[in-house]
């Protein structure tokens, strides 16, 4: 997939901002061209497409995650601790099946227990200054 298509794709999400950005989550909207550079580098690498399984912790609207099912990512699961971006990201996916630009998946592939192997785990992690962080542990009472 070329980067115009997937950002083309992209563009189209209904959810690409959150309405009311909750700060401590750190919600903030992931460009689509971003989106579609992460992807696609990672795709490059053979992290994502065809063959693997995407956890995107974090997820917010979905967008990074819908990215990876857009390039035929076999599974991608989307995953948030805020029930709001949960259904941010639930709309957008909603509308890439309305579109038909994915596919819901099944549960073909797991192993006897149910579990399956995840190949790329994205996620946004909460920026904390390595040297600030080093300093407060090393002060004395």
Not at 5 to 32: D, G, I, M
Not at 36 to 44: F, G, K, M, P, R
Request: with cysteine; proline share 6%.
């Amino acid at each position: 997939m070329k980067l115009k298509h997937l950002e083309y794709s992209l563009s189209s999400l209904p959810n690409r901002v959150f309405p009311n950005p909750k700060v401590a989550l750190e919600q903030y909207p992931t460009s689509v061209h971003l989106t579609s550079s992460i992807v696609l580098t990672a795709l490059s690498k053979n992290d994502a497409g065809p063959g693997t399984t995407i956890l995107d912790l974090g997820c917010g609207t979905g967008m990074l995650g819908l990215g990876f099912a857009l390039v035929r990512s076999d599974m991608v699961y989307l995953v948030d601790c805020d029930p709001e971006a949960v259904e941010l990201a639930r709309e957008n996916v909603d509308f890439l099946l309305e579109e038909e630009l994915i596919g819901r998946g099944d549960e073909k592939g797991d192993d006897e227990e149910g579990c399956r192997a995840v190949e790329l785990i994205m996620a946004k992690v909460k920026y904390v200054p390595v040297a600030e962080s080093w300093r407060s542990s090393r002060r004395r009472p």
